[in-house]
């Protein structure tokens, strides 16, 4: 059977998670993100809640790299950490870590990450292609959001900035070729799917939350639909 009637991990992800992930990016706080029209104060916290989340990811992949199967998704070039703490550095000062704590979604949302240690290794995957994949391939249309909203450059952007990646497409294609590469039944893909599909709820949990906290109003379909429009046309 060919690729396309015999789907993969990382496609049955990409297909299975399609609805929901179109809602997350539509979201009201990654609306105005994507806008550059976030205030940067909610940046700042939404950056540093963010830190738990890349926190919990980098533990639990150094934490499976030995493992036979979800081992070879053990990826550093990958990881965030270092990148958030010199942008938080920046923007919040050495003392930051002092001042942004976990939220009860950002709670929530590292505990689901940390508990596939024991539940279940292989559904870290579907966590780490979800929040950094995107990102790899989108570098220049974050950059480009983060110069419009707060006339960065060069420091405050380390986040979007993937270095240790010359070619991301073709570090995508490597990518999902290790993912289809894990020896998975196929109950054990749609526990993943079932994995990518409530992780990007925790997503959606985690930014309606901060939208609460900073009072972002609520978009309209039409709104979000142009803009996301209008970000595909400039997407690599």
């Keep these: 059977m060919s690729e396309r009637d015999e789907p993969g991990l990382w496609q049955s992800l990409m297909r299975d998670s399609a ?61 965030r950490s270092a990148a958030i703490d010199a942008d938080m550095r920046f923007l919040a000062g050495e003392d930051w870590r002092d001042r942004v704590k976990p939220s009860p979604q950002t709670e929530s949302y590292v505990a689901a990450i940390r508990s596939t240690i024991d539940r279940f290794p292989p559904a870290f995957a579907p966590h780490q292609w979800l929040r950094y994949l995107g990102n790899v ?21 380390a986040f979007f900035r993937f270095d240790r990646i010359e070619d991301p497409r073709g570090f995508l294609k490597s990518y999902h070729e290790k993912m289809n590469s894990m020896p998975l039944d196929d109950d054990q893909i749609k526990r993943c799917v079932d994995e990518v599909n409530g992780a990007w709820q925790h997503q959606i949990d985690f930014t309606d939350e901060l939208a609460a906290d900073f009072g972002l109003r609520h978009v309209s379909v039409e709104e979000a639909e142009q803009l996301m429009s209008d970000l595909a046309a400039h997407h690599p």
């Design 137 to 157: 391939l989108a570098q220049r249309i974050n950059l480009r959001i983060m110069n419009k909203a707060y006339g960065f450059d060069e420091q405050g952007t």
């Design 19 to 79: 609805e929901i992930h179109r809602a997350a990016e539509r979201r009201p706080f990654m609306v105005v993100f994507f806008k550059a029209e976030l205030p940067k104060d909610a940046y700042i916290e939404y950056l540093g809640r963010l830190s738990y989340i890349y926190a919990a990811l980098e533990e639990t992949s150094e934490a499976l790299k030995d493992d036979s199967v979800v081992g070879r998704m053990h990826t550093p070039e990958l990881h």
